[in-house]
């Protein structure tokens, strides 16, 4: 127990760290370039925050939360995502107060009790936005627009966006009586999970993953024939922005999405083989969450991607990310008055931005040079007893095998200008 860690939960030890901080550096680049701005809320809320925010009937709020009673007697919940926390904060701060819309982004970790697998964790991460106080089916296109420029930046190939509209309460209602009316007879085909949603959240039904209950749903009546005229309008200008924006989309009418507050458009973005968690990011309309969540009457629209499901899809699909040079210099200085100078000169050089290394068991040369080649440092500086005495050092390229003798005046210098970026 002591020395394993939770089940679906990962450590991110350092050389994945590399592959994390580059996609977040995309992340936070691509936000501002939309207007986005970062928020950080509390990893745990009130539990009703997400009974009220996520919907009763969510799979999430039935049995994924990571609930507890602190020793207040609060009941709390690690957040299972993060739109709730985010128009949690909108409201308790006011945000609505100045100018709209108000365009929010986040990046952090999520707490869900899933089946964990690969692609699917307990602890999970993701990036997500949200827009709130804005109808325009444009921005709609946009924030799709948006989550695909992200993907497209990081090289990822063979997406797909499946697009819905599930209507708005009125229109929805609806096609659940219509749903449940053609389900009544067929109930006994389905399977347990979704015997249970019948009475409860019947459209949930529509995107089961079971063989069976596809084949009952597969002439079920789905929302894109029961949609009201203010939600089929929008619709066809969410579509009309998109072929403007050149965002290629595939119309899915089951998709359904797990979350119960998404009104309209309705999204979810696929990548193609690379198993069963597939699915990279999601999102969708929420015009009614700001209000069900006691404030005023606004409109909302935001997506989530998880950030394993990136990396996962960056790795199956072979894109190399760019590796940064780690170590540029490393000193292999040989006896005590060598190695004062060199642990001075380490200092000098990281003062102007040089990533430095150097020995600390007082190895030959032979062993400092063969840590310089795993560290695969760009350069090693030798300072010997000798050089010292004529005041210089050896520096030696390494990828190219060379070597100079340079002045120890002059060193900082040197190794400044010979320094490399990116490989
Ligand atoms: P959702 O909040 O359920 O709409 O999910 C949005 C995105 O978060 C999904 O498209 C996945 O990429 C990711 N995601 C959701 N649940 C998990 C999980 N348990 N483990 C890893 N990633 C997840």
Redesign the pocket.
């Known amino acids: 127990m002591l020395t394993t860690r939770p089940r679906g939960t990962n450590d991110l030890l350092p050389a994945e760290l590399v592959k994390w901080h580059y996609v977040e550096n995309i992340l936070h680049q691509v936000a501002s370039l939309y207007g986005y701005q970062e928020i950080r809320t509390p990893i745990f809320e009130h539990t009703e925050l997400f009974q009220r925010g996520v919907g009763e009937s969510t799979d999430i709020v039935e049995k994924e939360m990571y609930t507890f009673i602190d020793r207040g007697e609060r009941s709390l919940t690690l957040r299972p995502?993060a739109t709730a926390s985010t128009v949690r904060a909108f409201l308790e701060h006011k945000l609505y107060a100045g100018p709209l819309p108000v365009k929010l982004y986040y990046i952090g970790p999520m707490f869900?009790y899933?089946r964990p697998q690969a692609?699917?964790?307990?602890q999970?991460h993701?990036f997500g936005v949200e827009a709130f106080g804005a109808q325009d089916p444009s921005l709609d296109a946009e924030v799709i627009a948006m989550a695909m420029d992200i993907y497209q930046r990081l090289g990822l190939k063979n997406l797909v966006v499946e697009l819905n509209s599930v209507g708005c309460p009125k229109c929805r209602q609806a096609h659940r009586q219509v749903l449940q009316e053609y389900l009544k007879e067929k109930l006994s085909k389905l399977c347990p999970t979704c015997q249970g949603r019948f009475a409860r959240n019947p459209l949930r039904i529509l995107d089961c993953k079971s063989e069976h209950c596809r084949e009952v749903v597969a002439e079920a009546p789905t929302i894109d024939q029961m949609l009201c005229a203010d939600c089929r309008s929008h619709f066809q200008l969410v579509q009309e922005y998109l072929q403007e924006l050149q965002v290629a989309y595939t119309l899915n009418p089951r998709l359904v999405?797990?979350?119960d507050y998404y009104t309209k458009t309705a999204f979810?973005i696929v990548a193609q083989g690379i198993g069963a968690?597939s699915?990279?990011?999601?999102?969708g309309r929420y015009d009614h969450l700001i209000e069900e969540c006691g404030g005023p009457s606004l409109p909302g629209i935001g997506y989530?991607?998880?950030i394993?499901?990136i990396i996962l899809t960056l790795e199956e699909q072979g894109i190399e990310l760019p590796t940064e040079i780690k170590t540029h210099v490393f000193i292999a200085a040989l006896g005590e008055k060598a190695q004062k100078k060199g642990a001075k000169l380490a200092q000098d050089l990281r003062q102007v931005g040089l990533v430095v290394e150097r020995d600390y068991f007082g190895k030959s040369l032979k062993a400092q040079l063969k840590a310089a080649n795993r560290l695969q440092a760009q350069t090693t500086v030798i300072l010997g007893e000798e050089e010292l005495a004529k005041e210089q050092a050896v520096v030696r390229k390494m990828e190219e095998g060379l070597q100079e003798v340079v002045p120890l005046g002059e060193l900082v210098s040197y190794l400044v200008k010979g320094k490399k970026e990116e490989k």
Request: no cysteine; charged share 40%.
């Open positions: 995502e869900r899933d692609g699917r964790y307990r999970f993701q999405r797990g979350l979810e968690q699915s990279i990011g999601g999102g989530a991607m998880g394993e499901r």
